[in-house]
Structures are given as C-alpha cells and as structure tokens.
C-alpha cells in the first residue's frame, strides 16, 4: 500500500499541469488568437466585404462604377429569360458532367494500373502527375496549335476528312477539345487520390481472395471498388464543383466560340464585367455562388462518416 501512493505521489509530481478551464472548458491560449487575427482579417478585407459589396450591386444598374439605383430583382428575372445565360448554364453543366465521368474513369484504372506489380512504376507515377504543375492557360495554348496545325495535318495524311479542319472551328465539336484538355490535366489529382485509397486497402484482402479462386477482375470489382469507394465520391463531387468554373482552358482554346458555343459561366460573367453589364453579371455571379454553396454542401454530407482521409 506504502508503495502504491508513493508511486501515485511520484506521478502526480511529474504530471504536467493542466490548462486552466472556464466553465469546464480549457482556456486557449492568446498566443492562438495572434495568428488567426491577421489571416481573419485579411479574410474579410478580400472575400467577405467583396462579396457583400457585390451581392447588394447584384439589386441595382451599376456599371461597375458611378451612381446607381436599385432596381430590385430585375437583374434576377431578366436572367431566367436570357437564352445566352441559359446557354452558358447548358454548355458548364454537360462539360463537367462528361468530363468528371472521363477523368474518373481514366484516373482510377490508371490508379489500378500503377498500384499493380510492374516494374518503374514509380517513375511512371511522376510521368502522370506532371500535367497537374504546368499552368491551365500554357497547356490550352500548346493544344490550340496541335488541333489548329497538327491534327488537320494528320487527317490529311490519313484521310480522315472529320479530322482535316480544326476542330476548335466547328460549333459541335469544339466542345469536345476542352473536355480532352480539360481531362489531360485533371486526371493526375485524381490519379493521385485513387492510388492512395488502393494502397490504403491490405494486401491480406487480395491474398484471401486469391486463394478462392478470384479472378483479377472479381477482386477489381468486389474488393477495390467498394473499399475506395469513398474516394470516388470526393473525387466525383470535387471534380465537378471545379469544372463548373472552367475559364482559363476554354480561353486559350476557345475564347468561348465559335460564336458562344463553347461559353461558360464564368466567361460569361468576366466578359459581362468589362462589358458594361456590371449589376447583371454580379447577379449571375450570386446565382452561380448559390450553386456552389449547395455543391459544397452536398459535398460535406457525401463525404461525411467515410474514411478516405
């Protein structure tokens, strides 16, 4: 007994003190609230007050600068009837609905693919990554030479007649040479996720599947899927939130034509901006913020509980 409380007497000598509390609940310490005071205030300076100035210029005819009146929602109801703004939100949405289905599907069999026993695969892991450090706009410029130059060249030399004028020219497919860029740099962030949920999944699994007789293919689906599945969903909702503020690519490609085909949102509201549609487009750019919030908000519920990261 002498033993026990005066080891219990040694350790409580070298327990370190505990915070002090306030209503059962630890103090912080102030040092805390002298790094998160700058970075709030910076915070609100540039996004929170910004926002705020450009939600209430939403209800008036401003032009970016002078006076103005507020109009109410006219700015608002007049979007609803605008088929150039309902063609923007036609053209964002079926992009990045293709293109989140495209780089998914391509990323997680390369995921597959590189997590398997092959040899240099390391080296082939940095091979696919490098799309991802190089700029959108640089990557949207050298593709606009190779489909306004090489391609056409190629198609003649194959005689392939769909393949002889630009594709960035054509008002039905010029779409779909976003959608390849678009995918050629997205797909390593994916690439990325998928590999880490595969090398999250224990090698024992695959082994017990093995001895049953499972066929690569069955542990692909009945193994690898479901345990990443997680990682699909982050991938899924994150890709398309991002897609749907396509710009940098589509300009270099595209500049949004030919015409307005290949126009998205957020082209839209930037080009409205210097356009002297200022009040109009601020509003496109709430409807469009709404949209996001909800994304994120269902992005926050899909994700919730699963243990991708």
């Not at 540039?46 to 939600?55: D, E, K, Q, R, V």
């Not at 695969?121 to 306004?148: C, D, E, H, Q, T």
């Not at 060249?153 to 040479?177: F, H, K, M, R």
């Not at 496109?284 to 243990?307: D, H």
């Amino acid at each position: 007994m002498a033993t026990a409380a005066a080891t219990r007497a040694r350790r409580s000598d070298v327990a370190p003190p505990r915070p002090p509390t306030t209503k059962g609940r630890p103090r912080v310490n102030r040092t805390f609230y002298l790094f998160l005071v700058p970075a709030l205030v910076l915070f609100t300076l540039s996004i929170t007050l910004p926002a705020i100035m450009g939600i209430t210029l939403s209800f008036t005819d401003s032009v970016g600068f002078g006076e103005f009146q507020f109009t109410g929602l006219t700015n608002y109801l007049a979007l609803f009837s605008d088929p150039a703004i309902r063609s923007s939100y036609a053209f964002t949405v079926g992009f990045a609905l293709v293109t989140v289905l495209l780089v998914n599907v391509l990323a997680f069999l390369l995921a597959v693919g590189l997590t398997a026993k092959i040899r240099a695969k390391i080296a082939l892991r940095a091979v696919f990554v490098l799309p991802m450090v190089i700029s959108g706009i640089v990557i949207a410029y050298v593709f606009n030479f190779l489909f306004s130059n090489s391609v056409p060249q190629l198609g003649q030399a194959i005689g392939v007649t769909a393949l002889e004028q630009s594709l960035l020219a054509n008002p039905d497919l010029a779409w779909v040479t976003i959608v390849i860029v678009t995918a050629w740099q997205a797909i390593p962030s994916a690439l990325l996720i998928y590999i880490a949920g595969i090398l999250s999944i224990p090698g024992e699994v695959y082994e017990a599947a093995a001895m049953d007789g499972a066929t690569p293919m069955r542990r692909l689906l009945s193994i690898t899927l479901p345990l990443v599945a997680g990682y699909v969903v982050i991938n899924m909702v994150i890709g398309f939130k991002n897609f749907l503020n396509a710009y940098d690519i589509i300009v270099g490609l595209t500049n949004g034509g030919p015409g307005t085909a290949t126009r998205s949102v957020a082209m839209t509201i930037f080009t409205g901006f210097t356009g002297g549609d200022y009040a109009y487009q601020m509003a496109n750019a709430t409807i469009f913020f709404l949209i996001a919030v909800v994304l994120a908000v269902v992005q926050l519920r899909l994700t919730r509980g699963r243990n991708a990261f």
